[in-house]
């Protein structure tokens, strides 16, 4: 039973390894009659542990150590780990409570305290209140103003502290007060203004309306607006009746005598009135922008009238635009007088003193729905411009061809250009400048094809010449610079919402096309005068040729021909890219005439196959300027 005890302890070890096992159970194959035994014992010693594993599952559930007991003490203890947690919050809460009402005493002293210090400090500011008050009513009566500047700040700033008590009739009663001397005050000092100005003592009672504006000051923005406005309605209201009750004075003819009233009436204010109100009020400012106001409502009615009439000429073009440039004058002069002011104050970070009028466009702006009558007098001009341009000769008589000579009318048009553009920019920079803008891309079109193209399209009887097409070319040149350079300054100028809208492409490709019929223009005068040489040529009886001799004679007159008219072409053409263009186009179409030539001079026998092929070596081109 050596191999059962082996067995047995081979079982047991850590590192049991059954195939080693096997393998020496069953060393031979005399051993393989045990297998039977073998079993029997491993099954025996698989029932004996697992009667063991069970006895140890049972003493581990139900001995005194057990899992159950150690969970069942575990949670007795939890439970009294919170009864002791509640015990400590209960006694916490207790303690809260004492505390509360050890303090509360000295709680209550404390609210005393402070309520009994409020109390005093309302009961002396209602005393100053009142007092102030009393001195108030006083001072306004004897029209104090100096002193009641201050006092009625001091009144204000005190009553202030009263809106939470106004549910007390004393305190509401001296709020009805405050708030009645407030209005007595306003319609004194207007009175007061009044009656100096109606009766001409406003340098007697200087002193007493300057100390009137702090008044107003303290009483606030309502206030100091209505005084400044009944000041410029009474300055302004000589101004309103003379000009809006009379039609001829109020006519855009006598537009320089609304300006002229206007400076005697500013004169007369810094004289006599502005040292009267504060500068911080701003009132010349005030004054100048309602007198802009009503003359541009007043000019907005004029225009309207103007442009209904049905009895009579509408607006003159001219004397719009001498008013608007007028107006715009005087707007730049007003905007300048007041933006040079001193300022009250020298705190850039405040708001008060900030200039908030601007008279750019304060009155020109009634003009601008009527600055299409300007346009539509350039779309008039221009279209008389172009028929004289077609009639007019290409140079004056009395200067000369040069090489880098422009057409004359093509300069005068460049100017009247320039100007429009330039006056209209100063105009309006929205609308009406994009409608400037189309009506000057539609000229450029009408110029390119009914002056520069058309004088390529001649007849043969007037034909144009070389001098008159390089001069045709150098304009339509010069305009293709200048079309590009005219959309990125009308884009420069024009409202920045409107700048995709401006394109002069299509105007500037127009005169690069001018340009190249040009040079196709120089490349047909060559050919012409090679019409004898191809002649000469197709009249050669090329079938009946006997022997093949020196170059034909028609050769020789065409590169003559050629060269002695090419060279008078480059010595005129002033730009590279042109004499290129030229040269690239005289070969192609040289060319191609001469291979028509060949195929119309059929038949042709193998000897005068060879003279052509003679005839047809490369001759050296003329050079290049």
Same mark, same amino acid.
């Given at each position: 039973?050596?191999?059962?005890?082996?067995?047995?302890?081979?079982l047991?070890?850590?590192?049991?390894?059954p195939?080693?096992?096997?393998n020496?159970l069953?060393?031979h194959?005399?051993?393989?009659?045990?297998i039977r035994?073998?079993?029997?014992?491993?099954?025996?010693?698989?029932?004996?542990?697992?009667a063991q594993?069970?006895?140890?599952?049972?003493?581990?559930?139900?001995g005194?150590?057990?899992?159950?007991?150690?969970?069942?003490?575990a949670?007795?203890?939890?439970?009294?780990?919170f009864r002791?947690?509640?015990?400590?919050?209960a006694?916490?809460?207790?303690t809260?409570?004492?505390i509360?009402?050890m303090?509360?005493?000295?709680?209550?002293?404390?609210?005393?305290?402070r309520?009994?210090?409020?109390?005093?400090?309302a009961?002396?500011?209602?005393?100053?209140?009142?007092?102030?008050?009393?001195?108030?009513?006083?001072l306004?009566k004897?029209?104090?103003?100096?002193?009641?500047a201050?006092l009625?700040?001091?009144?204000?700033?005190?009553?202030?502290?009263?809106?939470s008590?106004?549910?007390?009739d004393?305190?509401?009663?001296? &709020?009805r007060?405050?708030?009645?001397?407030?209005?007595?005050l306003?319609?004194?000092?207007?009175?007061?203004?009044e009656?100096?100005?109606?009766?001409?003592?406003v340098?007697?009672?200087?002193?007493?309306?300057?100390?009137?504006?702090?008044?107003?000051?303290?009483l606030g923005?309502t206030?100091?607006?209505?005084?400044?406005t009944w000041?410029?309605?009474t300055?302004?209201?000589?101004?309103r009746? *003379?000009?809006?009750?009379?039609d001829?004075?109020?006519?855009?003819?006598n537009?320089?005598?609304?300006?002229?009233w206007?400076?005697?009436?500013?004169?007369?204010?810094?004289?006599?009135h502005?040292?009267?109100?504060?500068?911080?009020?701003?009132?010349?400012?005030t004054?100048?922008?309602?007198?802009?106001?009503?003359?541009r409502?007043?000019?907005?009615?004029?225009?309207?009238?103007?442009?209904?009439? *049905?009895?009579g000429?509408?607006?003159?073009?001219?004397?719009?635009l &001498?008013c608007l440039?007028?107006?715009?004058?005087?707007e730049?002069?007003?905007?300048r007088?007041?933006?040079?002011?001193?300022?009250?104050?020298?705190?850039?970070?405040?708001?008060?003193?900030e200039?908030?009028?601007?008279f750019?466009?304060?009155?020109?702006?009634?003009?601008?729905?009527?600055?299409?009558?300007?346009v539509?007098s350039?779309d008039?001009?221009?279209a008389?411009?172009i028929?004289?341009?077609?009639?007019?000769?290409?140079?004056?008589?009395?200067?000369?061809f040069s090489p880098?000579?422009?057409?004359?009318?093509?300069?005068?048009?460049?100017?009247?250009y320039?100007?429009?553009?330039?006056?209209?920019?100063k105009?309006s920079?929205s609308?009406?400048?994009?409608?400037?803008?189309?009506?000057?891309a539609?000229?450029?079109?009408e110029y390119?094809?009914?002056v520069?193209?058309?004088?390529?399209?001649?007849?043969?009887q007037?034909a144009?010449s070389?001098?008159?097409?390089?001069?045709?070319?150098?304009?339509?040149?010069f305009?293709?610079?200048?079309?590009?350079?005219?959309?990125?300054?009308?884009k420069?100028?024009?409202?920045s919402?409107?700048?995709?809208k401006?394109?002069?492409?299509?105007?500037?490709?127009a005169?690069l096309?001018v340009?190249?019929t040009?040079?196709l223009?120089? *490349?047909n005068?060559?050919?012409?005068?090679?019409?004898?040489?191809?002649?000469?040529?197709?009249?050669?009886?090329?079938?009946?040729m006997?022997s093949?001799?020196?170059?034909?004679s028609y050769v020789?007159e065409l590169?003559?021909?050629?060269n002695?008219?090419?060279?008078?072409?480059?010595a005129?053409v002033?730009?590279?890219?042109y004499?290129r263009?030229?040269?690239?186009?005289?070969?192609?179409?040289i060319?191609?005439?001469?291979?028509?030539?060949?195929?119309?001079?059929r038949?042709?026998?193998?000897?005068?196959?060879?003279?052509?092929k003679?005839?047809?070596?490369p001759?050296?081109?003329?050079?290049?300027?």
């Amino acid at each position: 039973m050596n191999g059962g005890v082996a067995e047995s302890l081979s079982l047991d070890a850590a590192d049991y390894d059954p195939i080693q096992h096997l393998n020496l159970l069953f060393s031979h194959p005399s051993t393989v009659s045990s297998i039977r035994r073998v079993s029997s014992t491993l099954q025996s010693e698989q029932n004996a542990l697992s009667a063991q594993i069970a006895a140890r599952q049972t003493a581990q559930a139900y001995g005194p150590d057990s899992s159950l007991e150690r969970m069942q003490s575990a949670q007795a203890e939890l439970g009294e780990l919170f009864r002791k947690i509640e015990t400590v919050r209960a006694r916490a809460i207790q303690t809260e409570q004492n505390i509360t009402a050890m303090t509360a005493d000295i709680k209550r002293l404390d609210g005393t305290k402070r309520n009994l210090t409020l109390s005093m400090t309302a009961l002396k500011r209602l005393q100053m209140l009142t007092t102030a008050y009393e001195q108030l009513r006083g001072l306004a009566k004897a029209r104090q103003y100096r002193e009641c500047a201050s006092l009625l700040q001091a009144v204000l700033q005190l009553m202030r502290h009263f809106n939470s008590y106004r549910s007390i009739d004393q305190i509401a009663t001296l &709020s009805r007060g405050v708030g009645e001397i407030q209005r007595e005050l306003l319609e004194q000092v207007c009175e007061d203004f009044e009656m100096a100005f109606a009766k001409g003592e406003v340098a007697a009672r200087k002193a007493t309306l300057v100390e009137a504006c702090g008044v107003m000051d303290a009483l606030g923005d309502t206030a100091r607006s209505r005084l400044v406005t009944w000041y410029v309605n009474t300055e302004l209201r000589e101004y309103r009746q *003379v000009f809006r009750g009379n039609d001829e004075a109020g006519s855009l003819d006598n537009i320089g005598r609304r300006y002229a009233w206007f400076k005697r009436m500013m004169k007369g204010y810094e004289e006599e009135h502005a040292s009267l109100f504060p500068p911080h009020w701003r009132v010349g400012e005030t004054l100048a922008m309602a007198f802009c106001d009503g003359t541009r409502d007043d000019y907005k009615g004029i225009l309207e009238k103007s442009m209904r009439r *049905v009895d009579g000429p509408k607006i003159d073009v001219n004397l719009l635009l &001498s008013c608007l440039q007028e107006t715009m004058d005087f707007e730049q002069s007003i905007e300048r007088r007041f933006s040079s002011e001193p300022r009250a104050s020298i705190d850039t970070l405040s708001s008060a003193d900030e200039r908030t009028q601007n008279f750019h466009g304060s009155i020109s702006v009634a003009f601008e729905p009527y600055l299409s009558l300007w346009v539509e007098s350039q779309d008039k001009a221009l279209a008389a411009m172009i028929p004289k341009y077609k009639a007019q000769p290409l140079l004056p008589a009395d200067e000369e061809f040069s090489p880098q000579a422009v057409i004359s009318s093509a300069i005068e048009l460049f100017h009247f250009y320039k100007l429009t553009l330039s006056q209209c920019a100063k105009l309006s920079t929205s609308e009406r400048l994009l409608d400037l803008a189309k009506t000057l891309a539609k000229y450029l079109d009408e110029y390119a094809q009914q002056v520069l193209l058309a004088i390529l399209q001649r007849p043969a009887q007037t034909a144009a010449s070389i001098q008159d097409i390089i001069l045709v070319m150098n304009t339509a040149d010069f305009w293709h610079t200048n079309t590009g350079q005219l959309e990125e300054n009308i884009k420069k100028r024009i409202d920045s919402e409107l700048v995709l809208k401006v394109d002069l492409t299509s105007q500037a490709d127009a005169f690069l096309g001018v340009a190249s019929t040009a040079v196709l223009a120089l *490349v047909n005068k060559v050919e012409a005068d090679c019409d004898g040489a191809w002649r000469e040529m197709k009249n050669t009886n090329w079938s009946k040729m006997e022997s093949v001799g020196d170059q034909s004679s028609y050769v020789g007159e065409l590169v003559s021909h050629v060269n002695a008219r090419t060279e008078e072409i480059l010595a005129i053409v002033v730009k590279p890219q042109y004499a290129r263009a030229f040269a690239d186009n005289l070969v192609e179409h040289i060319a191609n005439t001469y291979i028509s030539n060949i195929v119309q001079c059929r038949p042709v026998s193998e000897v005068g196959a060879e003279q052509v092929k003679k005839d047809s070596r490369p001759h050296p081109p003329p050079p290049l300027p």
